[in-house]
């Protein structure tokens, strides 16, 4: 169970996490992060602790299920608060296939999003530090397009 000061319950706060943080998608979630952010709703300057909180749509399953996935999460997440910046806000949403992933699959997915968004691989990169894809650079001499040929 999270601890009371470290839940995300306020609809203002999941907005922000959501629109102004970064985010890490993994196939079986994506985990948005607001590094750093003062709490307007606390008083005096100190800094707040990291907050957490949970998404998981009807798309997961059904109320059990559902239900199975927070507290997965929730467990999983306040073992790993320690890596997150003070005050942080976070929101995990959990996507259709956590309803039926295990508990090892999900830590596995939570760990390389939050890798992510705190600097570790960059987007593209595999853990051995080689570029995916074809291998061929980005054209210079233009500087929207990709090995793919045409801008997006």
Same mark, same amino acid.
């Given at each position: 169970m999270l601890p009371t000061e470290n839940r995300l319950r306020r609809r203002e706060d999941f907005a922000t996490a959501v629109r102004r943080g970064r985010r890490a998608g993994r196939p079986l979630l994506v985990v948005h992060c607001r590094s750093g952010s003062t709490d307007p709703h606390a008083s005096g300057e100190c800094v707040p602790p990291t907050r957490a909180g949970f998404v998981v749509s009807k798309a997961v399953g059904i109320a059990v299920v559902r239900n199975k996935v927070k507290r997965r999460l929730r467990h999983l997440l306040r073992d790993r !608060?320690? %890596? !997150?910046? /003070? =005050? @942080? !806000?976070v929101v995990v949403r959990a996507l259709p296939g956590a309803g039926t992933a295990d508990h090892d699959e999900l830590a596995r997915d939570l760990d390389a999003a939050l890798e992510r968004l705190l600097g570790g691989a960059p987007r =593209? @990169? $595999? *853990?051995? =530090?080689d570029a995916t894809g074809s291998g061929r650079a /980005?054209? *210079? %001499? $233009?500087p929207g397009r990709g090995p793919g040929g045409s801008a997006q």
């Open positions: !608060l320690d %890596r !997150l910046p /003070a =005050g @942080s !806000l =593209g @990169s $595999n *853990p051995t =530090g /980005a054209d *210079p %001499r $233009n």
